[in-house]
């Protein structure tokens, strides 16, 4: 699976692109029956072989949702290229992971209600090295943690798809730049076997736009440690923000919650 994102008039079109545009904009169609987004299903040599437009219209003979649609054009797809006899019929869900090294899984959802499918996590795993750690070392008493320290994993924090930020000369997606807040970490008691601390506070996030674009969010993390360790046996923790959406057609915008969940791995 891959994707491009990019105009009509850009010099650098993939040959795919180019083969689903001409087939799109020869069609005699109406202009509220088109998005500007297009699947495509290519064979091993990169050829087109179905295309059909990402979003769902209403369909007088066809009562199907956005899932049934996309499922439906995506198994006529898959039918042209006669891979049922090498296709399992179940692939069973498997979580990124880390595996050489210890790091934090981040799961980052928009709950867009006008566009469910965003509301789908998009995970990301981030490695770290013991260094990384060092900011929520074990707290005798209440201390303040700088967010920008943990920004290897807080720059996961925003929403996936048409929803990223562009560059407008480059196409290249802005990144988070920077992670702003002030954390406060107090140690949160013992149960004999391990002890807990807590980290909560607001944060900041702000793109590589030239604009300073930002959005910000209520971040609250719950830390173990082992007996007598200073460094986190584990990390679970939440983000709950806002992030704006502007619709230059109707010059307002929609502040849409946005979510992620923390968790160490491995653990």
């Not at 692939?91 to 209600?113: A, E, T």
């Not at 407008?168 to 730049?177: A, E, N, V």
């Amino acid at each position: 699976m891959t994707s491009w994102h990019g105009h009509r008039n850009d010099f650098d079109i993939p040959d795919p692109v180019s083969q689903v545009w001409r087939s799109k904009f020869n069609r005699q169609r109406a202009p509220q029956m088109q998005s500007n987004v297009d699947l495509a299903v290519l064979d091993s040599s990169g050829k087109v072989v179905h295309w059909f437009d990402g979003f769902h219209h209403p369909n007088p003979g066809r009562r199907e949702s956005l899932v049934q649609y996309t499922t439906r054009e995506l198994q006529s797809g898959f039918s042209r290229l006669r891979l049922d006899s090498v296709l399992p019929r179940k692939r069973p869900v498997k979580l990124p992971d880390l595996y050489q090294s210890r790091g934090i899984r981040v799961l980052v959802s928009l709950k867009d209600n006008r566009m469910k499918a965003y509301q789908a996590p998009v995970i990301e795993v981030v490695p770290l090295e013991p260094e990384d750690w060092k900011p929520l070392a074990w707290p005798d008493i209440e201390r303040t943690v700088d967010a920008s320290a943990l920004d290897k994993w807080l720059s996961q924090v925003y929403p996936p798809g048409v929803m990223e930020r562009t560059n407008p000369r480059t196409k290249q997606l802005y990144k988070i730049k920077t992670v702003q807040g002030r954390l406060s970490l107090v140690p949160a008691g013992s149960d004999g076997t391990q002890r807990y601390a807590r980290a909560s506070g607001t944060i900041r996030l702000t793109d590589e736009g030239e604009d300073d674009f930002s959005f910000e969010g209520q971040l609250d993390i719950v830390l173990t440690y082992k007996p007598g360790e200073s460094t986190p046996d584990s990390l679970r923790g939440v983000f709950e923000g806002s992030y704006p959406r502007y619709n230059p057609r109707i010059r307002k915008t929609r502040w849409l919650p946005l979510q992620a969940a923390f968790e160490s791995r491995p653990q």
